[in-house]
């Protein structure tokens, strides 16, 4: 860049101030001008989204004639990753910022509790609670049926039996935490509560189904039982046990 520029036929400048700012975290290193000059105290200059400031370059020179308009060089060091600096800040702005609307929306201001709205916040709590529990106990009655398919195939009863037992122990405990819900229930929301307790006897009856189902299943491994009259007795239990599993469904989704 050039110190003067042409501003008029044989101007003279009897002094001059140039001051050149560099980008924010820049290092001059090197300065190159073609005729002597004086060069100030640096100086920062502020600016939008500037955290330390641009250092800025003071340049004085007197007796400056249209000769003294010729180009001069500054060198300077500059990491790349400073050009996110900026992008970063705005960004990190707005995250504080819907983080603290996020905060004020959930403040409460009201000098009276509202007990309307903490009871409905209590009852869906619990109806939620209900529905995971429901989950985990289905899913340990897939685990039971997982087990008896293998068995049929493999007539590794005692794989079957340790299996079974430890899923029973699971099931037990399931299906107590589903007895004490009930009971809160009764308290919060008794409708909800008629069909927590429908579900604990839903549950029970699937159990026994399958109870039977793995007897069965034993019986057919120790030859008590042919093919044909394994067979007919299977599908009655599974039948039993999708009708049951169907009113299960019905059950969650109303709840």
């Given at each position: 860049m050039r110190f003067v520029?042409?501003?008029?036929?044989?101007?003279?400048?009897?002094?001059?101030?140039?001051?050149?700012?560099l980008p924010e975290g820049a290092k001059p290193s090197k300065m190159d001008f073609p005729y002597e000059v004086t060069i100030g105290k640096q100086e920062q200059h502020f600016t939008y989204l500037d955290t330390v400031g641009r250092p800025v370059i003071v340049v004085r020179k007197s007796n400056l004639v249209e000769n003294h308009i010729i180009d001069f060089e500054i060198h300077y060091k500059f990491q790349k990753i400073l050009m996110v600096q900026e992008p970063l800040l705005v960004v990190m702005a707005f995250y504080?910022?819907?983080?603290?609307?996020?905060?004020?929306?959930r403040l409460d201001f009201s000098i009276t509790k509202d007990t309307t709205s903490e009871a409905k916040l209590?009852?869906?709590s619990l109806r939620d609670r209900t529905e995971g529990l429901q989950d985990k106990i289905s899913y340990l009655f897939q685990n039971q049926e997982a087990l008896i398919t293998k068995t049929k195939a493999s007539k590794d009863v005692?794989?079957?039996?340790?299996?079974?037992?430890?899923?029973?122990?699971?099931?037990?405990t399931e299906l107590q935490h589903l007895q004490d819900l009930y009971a809160k229930l009764?308290?919060?929301?008794?409708?909800?509560?008629?069909?927590?307790?429908?579900?604990?006897?839903?549950?029970?009856?699937?159990k026994d189904v399958i109870a039977q189902h793995v007897t069965l299943v034993e019986k057919l491994a120790y030859d008590k039982?042919?093919?044909?009259?394994?067979?007919?007795?299977?599908?009655?239990?599974v039948k039993k046990k999708e009708e049951l599993n169907g009113k299960i469904d019905t059950i969650v989704s109303s709840l």
């Open positions: 520029d042409h501003i008029f036929d044989d101007m003279t400048i009897d002094e001059a101030t140039v001051k050149i700012i504080l910022l819907f983080l603290l609307v996020i905060f004020y929306v209590r009852a869906a005692a794989s079957m039996q340790a299996g079974q037992k430890k899923i029973n122990a699971e099931l037990k009764k308290v919060e929301v008794p409708d909800s509560a008629e069909k927590a307790n429908e579900l604990l006897k839903l549950n029970r009856q699937i039982v042919n093919k044909a009259a394994f067979i007919q007795n299977e599908q009655t239990l």
